[in-house]
Nanobody
Framework: QVQLVESGGGSVQAGGSLKLSCVASGYTDNLNSMGWFRQAPGKVREGVATAYTTNGRTYYADSVKGRFTISRDNAKNTVYLQMNDLKPEDTAMYYC?????????????????WGQGTQVTVSP
C-alpha cells in the first residue's frame, strides 16, 4: 500500500503563486509516476501534471502549461507542483495521485493511489 499526503493549498489573489507538496509513504518502489489532478465543484476530475520516475518525463494539461511546474525529489518520495500566475479558474481541490502501471497520464482511472486533497482558491 501507498499513502499520499498533500500540503500547500490556500487562498491567493489572481496572479499569485502557491506550491503544493505530496509525500508518498509505504511501498513506493513500484510507482512509475506521481502527479496532480484537480476537481472543481460540478466538474469532472482533470489531470493537471504528472512526472514519470522511469524516464523523467513530465506532462501538463494545456490550461496550465507555462504556469505550473511539476518536480520530484525521489530521495524524499515527494512530488511538488509550483503554480504561478494563478487564475480564478484554477480554483479547485487538488489531489496527488500515483500509479503503477501504464495508461494515459491524464486518466484518473489509471491511478492506483490518491491523497485526500488540498484546496486551492484563487480570487479575482
Amino acid at each position: 500500500q501507498v499513502q499520499l499526503v498533500e500540503s500547500g493549498g490556500g487562498s491567493v489573489q489572481a496572479g499569485g503563486s502557491l506550491k503544493l507538496s505530496c509525500v508518498a509513504s509505504g511501498y513506493t518502489d513500484n510507482l512509475n509516476s506521481m502527479g496532480w489532478f484537480r476537481q472543481a465543484p460540478g466538474k469532472v476530475r482533470e489531470g493537471v501534471a504528472t512526472a514519470y520516475t522511469t524516464n523523467g518525463r513530465t506532462y501538463y494539461a494545456d490550461s496550465v502549461k507555462g504556469r505550473f511546474t511539476i518536480s520530484r525529489d525521489n530521495a524524499k518520495n515527494t512530488v511538488y507542483l509550483q503554480m504561478n500566475d494563478l487564475k480564478p479558474e484554477d480554483t479547485a481541490m487538488y489531489y496527488c495521485a500515483a500509479k503503477i502501471g501504464p495508461g494515459a497520464w491524464h486518466i484518473p482511472q489509471n491511478y492506483n493511489y490518491w491523497g485526500q486533497g488540498t484546496q486551492v482558491t484563487v480570487s479575482p
